[in-house]
């Protein structure tokens, strides 16, 4: 138990630092001193009350999910708001359990204006991973010409559900959206590979030629976080290579 509590104390000091900016020699501080890196951290990076009790409680929430999803439930029994509800379906949504979160976004939506923006991006990811593209569709057309719905993660799941119906030229032209340099990664292979499907084999592999230049630039921490993606570009080149 203390090894897990260790751990998940190295986790979200890790999360703090990148979220709140601190300079990056803390993460070998956090890593490679153990729980003495993260207290010092915590001393000298997260310092008041308010602070220590969010800590306290993050750290709960990643040993033990379903506290905080029984949390979140008695905080919405208690009052049944339209926040409460979508951090209640936030909440399903982080431990996968896609089927329970998407009754309380459609719920959260009805006769509420405010934010639905967020809830459809929210069910939009949940539909996609249950494999209902129908829905997937419907609600991300119901944000298609919104700014922050343009060449975005939502609009590539659109453009993967698009592909799922049938639907090649629709998907093609919202799964290219994301194709922009130095970001993307995971989803510009599977560009790559929808391409290759279409037979545009040349066009594939410029992107792919690309990915694997960029990664000769990657910073150590993202060659280590798109490694299994470098890896498989780079396997796919040498195949079409050699074809």
Same mark, same amino acid.
């Given at each position: ?32 001193? !153990? ?45 049944? !708001? ?39 991006? %929210? ?31 939502? %609009? ?26 130095? !970001? ?14 279409? %037979? ?14 960029? !990664? %000769? ?27």
């Amino acid at each position: 138990m203390v090894y897990y509590l260790i751990i998940a104390l190295q986790v979200f000091c890790v999360y703090h630092l990148y979220k709140n900016r601190r300079p990056y020699y803390w993460v070998f501080v956090i890593i490679f001193l !153990s729980l003495i890196g993260c207290i010092i951290y915590l001393i000298t990076q997260v310092y008041n009350k308010r602070d220590a009790e969010k800590i306290t409680s993050e750290i709960t929430h990643i040993i033990n999910p379903t506290k905080k999803i029984n949390d979140l439930e008695k905080q919405l029994q208690f009052s049944e !708001s339209y926040q409460n509800r979508v951090n209640l379906a936030d909440a399903y949504l982080e431990i996968k359990d896609y089927n329970s979160a998407i009754p309380h976004y459609l719920e959260a939506l009805e006769g509420n204006m405010q934010n639905d923006f967020y809830v459809i991006i %929210q069910l939009i990811k949940a539909y996609f991973n249950i494999e209902n593209y129908k829905n997937v569709v419907l609600y991300a057309e119901k944000i298609k010409e919104h700014s922050e719905f343009k060449k975005s993660k939502s %609009q590539f799941l659109y453009g993967l559900a698009l592909e799922k119906l049938g639907e090649f030229e629709a998907a093609e032209t919202n799964l290219r959206a994301i194709d922009i340099r130095y !970001s993307f990664y995971n989803e510009r292979l599977v560009l790559a590979k929808f391409l290759i499907s279409r %037979q545009k084999e040349a066009e594939a592999k410029d992107i792919l030629e690309e990915i694997q230049t960029e !990664s %000769q630039h990657m910073t150590k921490p993202n060659k280590r976080l798109f490694k299994a993606t470098i890896q498989d570009v780079e396997k796919l080149l040498t195949t079409m290579n050699n074809s």
